[in-house]
């Protein structure tokens, strides 16, 4: 009786020590994937903040290329860079949705019915000899199925569009999925955001863009069968290029004070 006991009680610390060991090496792969994966993530968010811009070409280094952007706070209420915030933690989309970090958007400004804003902007600027060459602004827009989320970049004029895309969207493949595509995309590279008077009017097109469309350097092509999409993107300019997005900010760039 006392050989089957302690067979069995050595059958239970072996089976116990297997768990044990398991359950470690189960807690340590978990927490490096979790390191692992979140490496990756601020990588490929760093590319696409330089593929907006077209600051990296097809095996460049992300790293090295994006060590010559500066990452600034801006306060969307006075345009002013700011240091309320740390600008390596802040995530300006988490933001947008804590009732802390943002504000509601008035009624007769949410042409693009987000409702709420953040209260600053995760704002990425280029310089050459100290001078501003181009302003990365983060933009999201409300698109048939989903919010699309991208980057929008600026020459040092605030209006001359140096590049733009979307990093996440989940609009239909092959119809308003197209604001992915890399010849719709290139089509905003010199596109105006405003006009004379700083208005915005930039406008995603009812149809395609052609020599005789009227006002074509504030226009890119339309979406086929995607005509809801095509607006949100619109709406979307018009609000984060407006006075209550990023409009404080670009006219202090224009002043100088930035």
């Not at 010849?183 to 097109?205: C, H, P, R, S």
């Amino acid at each position: 009786m006392a050989k089957k006991g302690n067979e069995s009680l050595t059958t239970i610390i072996v089976a116990g020590s297997l768990c044990l060991v398991c359950s470690l090496l189960v807690s340590f792969t978990v927490v490096n994937l979790r390191e692992r994966q979140a490496k990756n993530k601020e990588l490929d968010m760093k590319k696409n903040i330089l593929m907006s811009a077209g600051l990296i070409k097809a095996g460049d280094d992300v790293e090295a290329a994006f060590s010559k952007i500066d990452t600034v706070i801006v306060d969307f209420e006075s345009g002013e860079i700011t240091s309320e915030v740390d600008a390596k933690t802040y995530d300006q989309v988490k933001a947008s949705s804590d009732p802390k970090m943002n504000v509601k958007i008035p009624a007769n400004l949410d042409v693009a019915a987000l409702s709420t804003r953040a209260k600053y902007a995760k704002v990425y600027v280029s310089r050459v000899d100290e001078k501003i060459e181009t302003i990365i602004l983060p933009v999201k827009g409300k698109g048939l199925w989903s919010t699309m989320y991208g980057f929008l970049a600026l020459g040092a004029d605030t209006n001359t569009i140096k590049g733009f895309a979307y990093y996440s969207q989940g609009e239909t493949p092959g119809l308003g999925g197209e604001v992915d595509n890399p010849k719709w995309k290139a089509q905003w590279v010199g596109k105006k955001i405003y006009d004379a008077n700083f208005e915005v009017l930039f406008t995603v097109n009812k149809g395609s863009v052609t020599d005789a469309t009227a006002n074509k350097e504030y226009k890119v092509d339309g979406l086929s069968g995607a005509t809801i999409t095509g607006n949100g993107v619109t709406t979307s300019m018009q609000y984060w290029f407006g006075e209550h997005g990023y409009g404080k900010l670009l006219e202090k760039v224009r002043a100088g004070e930035i």
